[in-house]
């Protein structure tokens, strides 16, 4: 959008115009912790969002579940339950209330899967115990193959936890059209010609992003859909199979989330909403009785290679203009547009990684420590110079 705004701020109050050391764009799990660690820092912040309420795209449709991941220790993996261990504690530190310590049962989708469990067993390095079949079955569980159990593993209730968050930094609704930079602090302009100013900008936007050339970051969108279902059910444990399902709290059962790369994710249901994922849920346990109360749709954010990406953004126009031998194998040394950061990419794990991101990134901007190199965005700038199909030429 081509706006024509004269550089005067809407944000008054008396005489004290509302300048800020950094504001956050979007206030999905990414953006509400963002807001919240640059604040613990001493940072005058304010959270924007172009809704009124926290988490209404891809977070507020999140299974959110901590616990962690399991495998054969990629760096994924390592990365994963780091952010894990700090979440945990992030959480029972700051927001007890709203998260869960259910404990998580990481279930084998079938036997040849079992299999791989003793394999992945030496790199658990999270708290953890085996459960049998049979001790599943008491649970109420079946149709189930020995597995782990984290028990200091939890769930959250996703738009709640983000509202919590929100709750504790200034916030204000306000639907970013275009950043201006002015040398000294950025300028963020709406459609009415309001602006608010600041010096540091972070990128929690999702998926979604028309602000800055950020092609490199290959941000993609999966839809995701959870279910939140009324029960009676002595559930006392979360699980996740092939899904997810948690234990019974307050009354609620949350069966989610799904994953689905179609274009058009509501001709998934076609009329029965999250059928298939009731029906899979009624594989592992016993859901007669559970109602739909309440349906959760959005589309989460990922990066090419899964992991996060958190730190600076790229300078892409200066950098394809200086030195237009990168396209072919250059490497250059890298500048970055000044005062911009992303927090943003976090998948399906986003209350798993989002604490120890938005931790990280106010390190990074406040105290001017390096960004670990897993998360950094640069790494992806200099492949995607080299690949992209829409340079070559």
Known sequence: MDLDCSMHSHAEHGNESFSY????????????????????????????????????????????????????????????????????????KHFPKYFHQTGVIRIPKDAEDAEKFHLYEEFNNSQYRWVSKEELETLGIKNSENSFFFEGAGVCDAPVMCRAIWEQVPFEQFEVDKLKYDGTQWHLLNAQCSMLNAKHIVLSTGYQNALFDMRYMGVKGTWGSRGDYSSALDLKVSMHKSISVSANINGIIKIGATHVKSK??????????????????????????????????????????????????????????????????????????????????????????????????????????????????????????????????
Request: net charge neutral; aromatic share 8%; proline share 6%.
């Open 264 to 393: 058009e994710p509501c001709m998934v249901c076609d009329g029965e909403p999250l059928k298939a994922l009731l029906e899979t849920a009624s594989q592992m346990v016993d859901t007669s009785d559970l109602v739909l109360k309440e349906t959760f749709c959005g589309m989460r954010s990922g990066s090419k290679d899964y992991f996060p990406l958190v730190g600076k953004v790229m300078d892409v126009p200066f950098m394809l203009e200086e030195y237009p031998t990168i396209t072919r194998g250059a490497k250059p040394p890298l500048k970055h547009i000044d005062n911009l950061f992303i927090c943003n990419g976090l998948g399906g794990r986003g209350f798993v990684f989002a604490p120890l991101m938005a931790e990280w990134l106010a390190e990074c901007i406040v105290e001017g420590k390096e960004m670990d190199v897993r998360v950094s965005p640069d790494r992806l700038f200099l492949k995607w110079c080299r690949k992209s199909t829409d340079l070559k030429h």
């Open 21 to 92: 050391d950094t504001i956050i764009i979007g206030a999905g799990i990414a953006g509400c912790c963002a807001a919240f660690a640059l604040q613990q820092k001493g940072q005058k912040i304010l959270l924007v969002d172009r809704s009124g309420v926290p988490a209404s795209g891809g977070s507020g449709a999140a299974g959110a579940f901590v616990s962690p991941k399991i495998g054969k220790g990629s760096p994924l993996q390592t990365l994963t339950n780091e952010a894990y261990e700090y979440a945990k504690d992030f959480y029972l």
